[in-house]
Nanobody, 122 residues
Framework: QVQLVESGGGLVQAGGSLTLSCAAS????????MGWFRQAPGKEREFVAA????????YYADSAKGRFTISRDIGKNTVYLQMKSLKPEDTAVYYC???????????????WGQGTQVTVSS
């Protein structure tokens, strides 16, 4: 089992940057693909980005391409989401997820964190 704790959320002005972190417990962090999702008020949770166990492959939602970067540090059991050129529509609670493959983390997510709030002011 993996426990995930997100951090790094906050209030930022439009055009600004923010980096989210997701710390994973356990010794098997490298066995899981990781993903970031978000849920805005009144909307369904949506996929943002995912990274393969090795870190060699990444996927992004169209809304994140060119602005967000997902990365992982296996030594620190942490996955990151660097966000730049933030827009008010990026405002949401951001969650990280873990699963056995990059395909299943995008579609399902086996383990989830509690989320961190990102608010982008105009």
């Amino acid at each position: 089992q993996v426990q995930l704790v997100e951090s790094g959320g906050g209030l930022v002005q439009a055009g600004g940057s923010l980096t989210l972190s997701c710390a994973a417990s356990g010794r098997t962090f490298s066995s899981y693909a990781m993903g970031w999702f978000r849920q805005a008020p009144g909307k369904e949770r949506e996929f943002v980005a995912a990274i393969r166990r090795s870190g060699s492959v990444t996927y992004y939602a169209d809304s994140a391409k060119g602005r967000f970067t997902i990365s992982r540090d296996i030594g620190k059991n942490t996955v990151y989401l660097q966000m730049k050129s933030l827009k008010p529509e990026d405002t949401a609670v951001y969650y990280c997820a873990a699963d056995l493959s990059i395909e299943t983390v995008r579609s399902r997510g086996l383990y989830w964190g509690q989320g961190t709030q990102v608010t982008v002011s105009s």
